[in-house]
Antibody, heavy 118, light 106 residues
């Protein structure tokens, strides 16, 4: 069965960095684009970034562009999100998700919490 | 592209027919998905391409609309449907979400 498992969250000071990982299994990872979506405590969903199946193209929300980098290692079936220059407003649960034909996100991980605080 | 949802909060009873509207700030063809999310859980895809039911989703869920106005309808509310509902557009980056509609028990 399809599984997505995020890891790498934690507490980091403002201005710090963190790398999140999303380990995929149960499907052909190399055939799907992947997303990161976040949710601040008590708030709604915010789309963060997308990467094509082959890593050839990435796109970001305006709120993270220039600070976050999405990448993937298809040989390891793993998606990454590098978070730099972190701010308090980046505090959120970060979910990875599988793109469904460019029309939805059909499988989601359980999320990993990032807390930016001094 | 900005998405708005109405209502923000909906109180309903078991068996009720409920509808949620999502409006886009510009035309997005049929490039819209609907999800619901329960507290502490990941979202679940219900509808994609505005009206296509995702595999395994009960047929009481339906979606309609194109352009700038979209509707999610639940024909007969069940206990497991009490959740927050989000729309998301896939017409152009960034793939924005609507602010959500919380469906609660009356």
């Amino acid at each position: 069965q399809v599984q997505l498992v995020e890891s790498g969250g934690g507490v980091v000071q403002p201005g710090g960095s963190l790398r999140l990982s999303c380990a995929a299994s149960g499907f052909t990872f190399t055939g799907y684009g992947m997303h990161w979506v976040r949710q601040a405590p008590g708030k709604g969903l915010e789309w963060v970034a997308f990467i094509r199946f082959d890593g050839s193209n990435e796109c970001y929300s305006d709120s993270v562009k220039g600070r976050f980098t999405i990448s993937r290692d298809n040989s390891k079936y793993t998606l990454y999100l590098q978070l730099n220059s972190l701010r308090a407003e980046d505090t959120a649960v970060y979910f990875c998700g599988r793109d469904w034909h460019g029309s939805g996100i059909d499988y989601w991980g359980q999320g990993t919490l990032v807390t930016v605080s001094s | 592209i900005q998405l708005t949802q109405s209502p923000s909060f909906l109180s309903a009873s078991l068996g009720d027919r409920v509808s949620i509207t999502c409006r886009a700030s510009q035309a997005i063809s049929s490039r819209l998905a609907w999800y619901h999310q329960k507290p502490g859980k990941a979202p679940k895809l219900l509808i994609y391409a505005a009206s296509t039911l995702q595999s395994g989703v009960p047929s009481r869920f339906s979606g309609s609309g194109s352009g700038t106005e979209f509707t999610l309808t639940i024909s007969s509310l069940q206990p497991e449907d009490f959740a927050t509902y989000y729309c998301q557009q896939f017409n152009s980056y960034p793939f924005t979400f609507g602010p959500g509609t919380k469906v609660d028990i009356k």
